[in-house]
């Protein structure tokens, strides 16, 4: 992997983005995500630089986590399936809303996270324009059990240190949270 060539590296990650982010009509789903997701290793990397492409290639290459991000891509455009501007997705909404609950240690299956599972429900509700009901709560559980993966986190860390970027926030820890909060409100049958 670290004698692979500038060609040989943007094909592997090339077909995992296809893999990832191009619907079966041949036609991107998220080109400007494609373009934030790839790697670019410099010309001189760093020791850090070369250790992170070597994992993120190993990720890239993964079967499961190609099929895990590729459901994940394809749920969020299930959710906003009415062409319009960009939209946070259900990730990018429990992230927003969970980090006060993280910082102050509030208990996701006591009553006090009650107003954040509401938050979060409204909002997703709206941005895919659907009601509160049991139905949009499985939808949800559904796409954040699949966004439960630390690799996704792993896989951003690993493009930061390759691209040079900040490391953003890890989203496992909120969505991990919202999890035990959604299905501590839910009945049994459902969770």
């Known amino acids: 992997m670290a004698q692979l060539t500038s060609h040989e590296r943007k094909q592997l990650v090339g077909d995992f983005l296809n893999v990832v982010f191009v619907d079966p009509s041949d036609q991107p789903t998220y080109p400007g995500v494609i373009v934030s997701m790839t790697p670019e290793l410099p010309d001189e990397p760093t020791i850090e630089q070369v250790e992170a492409w070597l994992e993120l290639a190993e990720l890239c290459r993964d079967p499961t986590f190609r099929a895990s991000m590729r459901q994940l891509a394809r749920q969020h455009a299930a959710d906003h399936d009415v062409p319009a501007l960009p939209r946070p997705d259900a990730v990018a909404v429990v992230r927003d809303a969970v980090a006060p609950a993280l910082a102050t240690r509030l208990d996701p299956t006591g009553p006090e996270a009650d107003p954040v599972v509401a938050a979060v429900i409204n909002r997703y509700a709206s941005l895919c324009d659907r009601p509160d009901d049991t139905a949009l709560r499985q939808r949800l559980l559904e796409r954040l059990t699949l ?45």
Request: glycine share 6%; proline share 9%.
């Open 147 to 191: 966004a439960n993966d630390p690799r996704r986190d792993r896989y951003l860390d690993l493009l930061s240190v390759i691209n040079g970027w900040s490391s953003g926030v890890p989203v496992t820890p909120a969505v991990r949270w919202f999890l035990q909060a959604l299905r501590a409100g839910m009945p049994e049958s459902a969770r």
